[in-house]
């Protein structure tokens, strides 16, 4: 689509995986999987990262996406994703280019495919939403169950419907950094995906991973192992 544009933040300064956005994951930069996810979806008139590393950056470009010029801010542990996507917009119409549409793919997301992020812009036009935010079911583990321990390893409940059967229990369903989408303007005016009116769209779990430490790693290259079987 003309007037839509991916941006995949990724900043340099990971702290429980260095480097985490280039770590090789099955042979490429993680990166590198976002980037031609995005590519093959076909659905971009820009695929760009926004970065504060050179190192990032080159690698960026070496997969083909673009990077304006490295950002000065919204580049720590404390600074929302959102912010760097906007960052990125505000830049890129310093340069005389604009979007009605954004979709920020996280670069550590790397099982999600082309199909995720057409199925999910499919959804963002139907709905005629201004923000969609994409999702997975809990499976493996059910978060009814969760518990908070003090020092002496008492536990409380964190909900209170925690002692229902699982069958009397409603699913619930966690955020992922694989898919969201929002209306340009109308993400300059809330400032954050979760604006006004936002929706959730829920993927295959299995496709929903985001990369924290080097346990989600093994997890994601089991799965993707267990996916390249099926095929």
């Not at 093959?40 to 996406?65: C, W």
């Not at 812009?121 to 139907?126: C, I, K, R």
Request: charged residues 25%; glycine residues 4%; contains cysteine.
């Amino acid at each position: 689509m003309k007037d839509t544009v991916a941006i995949i933040p990724a900043r340099g300064g990971s702290k429980r995986i260095p480097k985490k956005n280039i770590l090789d994951f099955d042979g490429k930069p993680m990166l590198a999987w976002t980037i031609e996810a995005a590519k093959q979806s076909e659905l971009f008139e820009a695929i760009v990262v926004s970065t504060d590393s050179e190192e990032i950056a080159e690698q960026a470009l070496k997969y083909g996406a673009e990077v304006p010029g490295l950002r000065e801010s919204a580049a720590d542990d404390m600074s929302p994703v959102s912010e760097a996507t906007l960052a990125s917009l505000i830049q890129m119409e310093k340069q005389g280019r604009s979007f009605e549409t954004v979709v920020q793919l996280f670069a550590v997301c790397p099982l999600r495919t082309a199909h995720d992020i057409q199925l999910a812009y499919d959804a963002f036009q139907e709905k005629k939403v201004d923000f969609l935010i994409s999702c997975y079911k809990y499976v493996a583990m059910n978060p009814w169950w969760a518990v908070q321990l003090d020092p002496q390893g008492k536990a409380s409940w964190v909900f209170k419907d925690s002692m229902k059967r699982s069958q009397d229990l409603p699913h619930l369903f966690c955020p992922t950094g694989a898919t969201w989408i929002a209306n340009v303007e109308a993400l300059k005016r809330d400032k954050s995906f979760y604006g006004e009116g936002h929706i959730f769209w829920e993927m295959d779990w299995k496709r929903a991973i985001d990369i924290d430490t080097m346990d989600d790693v093994e997890m994601a290259l089991a799965l993707k192992a267990m996916a390249a079987k099926k095929h």
